[in-house]
């Protein structure tokens, strides 16, 4: 099992931007990929990005080239940071770090709010 505690995310203007890190602890060496889902209230949880510990990306195409996922941590890539530039109000969410450790399961973080105002 791993556990996954995000940081960063708050209140911004539109057009600005913010950061996103999430850590993840525990058998790190099982995941095989990281990445964030948002939720609006009242809306299911939607996929943002994804970066598997080859570096394969994926990116939900309302955030694709405005937001950029990376994973780092040396040998054991257990830190995965989302750099959302250019936000807009439509991207107000609570984000959600996983770390994906395949049949062993999908483990998720508590949540954190981004508010992007007009």
């Known amino acids: 099992q791993v556990q996954v505690v995000e940081s960063g995310g708050g209140s911004v203007q539109a057009g600005g931007s913010l950061r996103l890190s999430c850590a993840a602890t525990g058998d790190v060496y099982s995941i095989l990929a990281m990445g964030w889902h948002r939720q609006e209230p009242g809306k299911e949880r939607e996929l943002v990005a994804d970066?598997?510990?080859?570096?394969?990306?994926?990116?939900a195409d309302s955030v694709k080239g405005r937001f950029t996922v990376s994973v780092s941590g040396g040998n054991t890539k257990n830190t995965v940071t989302l750099q959302m530039d250019n936000l807009a109000p439509a991207d107000t969410a609570v984000y959600y770090c996983?770390?994906?450790?395949?049949?062993?399961?999908?483990?998720w973080g508590q949540g954190t709010q981004v508010t992007v105002s007009a």
């Open positions: 970066i598997s510990m080859g570096g394969n990306t994926k990116y």
């Open positions: 996983h770390a994906d450790l395949g049949a062993w399961g999908l483990f």
